[in-house]
């Protein structure tokens, strides 16, 4: 019975297994290797942050149409990118069109970015 019980979980690895030495000599688990970097963590909460500010100069920014076109094109209304032909025939407008809004919304956003608004 032990026998069986043991080709059962013959397969499983633990995380906490060792799987070798570093070079001070060190155990290193599984865990260790497949951890978090902290450095990750920051980047993604600092890119949240950021994100959310420009969110919200997006919204308090830009008017209707400029709005629409940015939040679009770079994901900010639902997480998809847009391509400048799907926004125009979403807006009912020509892809030209909404080139033009695009690069006048996102000089706006340069503009207040330097002024520090964001």
């Known amino acids: 019975m032990c026998l069986r019980a043991s080709q059962k979980r013959k397969g499983e690895v633990s995380l906490q297994d060792p799987i070798g030495m570093d070079s001070e000599g ?53 997480g998809r990118v847009y391509a400048q032909q799907e926004v125009a025939q979403k807006l009912g407008i020509s892809r030209s069109y909404v080139s033009r809004i695009e690069k006048k919304a996102m000089e706006r956003l340069r503009e207040a970015f330097e002024k520090g608004e964001i």
Not at 34 to 50: F, Q
């Open 26 to 78: 060190n155990e290193i688990t599984l865990i260790d290797v497949l951890g978090t970097d902290a450095d990750e963590v920051h980047g993604h909460v600092e890119r949240r942050v950021s994100l959310e500010a420009v969110r919200k100069l997006v919204d308090h920014g830009l008017r209707g149409r400029e709005r629409m076109v940015i939040r679009m094109r770079y994901g900010l209304a639902d």
